[in-house]
């Protein structure tokens, strides 16, 4: 599967973003879907997941309740809207896809390129 993530941007702190992935390639209902993110000098982290049908989804401690992920299956996109947004927010935002496991595994098979998310203060 390919996926393509667009929606980053400049933003002030307190404000809002979304991202959306686009995939393409493979039966897009049927892969486990998740966003990461990667600031400079600091490791890669886990943002958030979901699970084929949306009715599973898993947030990283510092950003749930500000953040929210969701899929169109019809689209073959997922979304990663974003609200209050801090300095801390700022990195490259990843979407990946994996075609089995739960929300909770942090393993993918498919990465796409990143967009960069700055949130100013």
């Known amino acids: 599967v390919q996926l393509q993530a667009s929606g980053g941007g400049l933003v002030q702190a307190g404000g809002s973003l979304r991202l959306s992935c686009a995939a393409s390639g493979r039966p897009f209902s049927r892969y486990r879907m998740g966003w990461f993110r990667q600031a400079p000098g600091k490791e890669r982290e886990f943002v958030a997941a979901?699970?084929?049908?949306?009715?599973?989804?898993y947030y990283a401690d510092s950003v749930k309740g500000r953040f929210t992920i969701s899929r169109d299956n019809a689209k073959n996109t997922v979304y990663l809207q974003m609200n209050s947004l801090e300095p801390e927010d700022s990195a490259v935002y990843y979407c990946?896809?994996?075609?089995?496991?739960?929300?909770?595994?942090?393993?993918?098979?498919?990465w796409g390129q990143g967009t960069q998310v700055t949130v100013s203060s």
């Open positions: 979901i699970n084929w049908s949306g009715g599973s989804t």
């Open positions: 990946t896809a994996d075609r089995s496991g739960s929300v909770y595994e942090d393993e993918y098979d498919f």
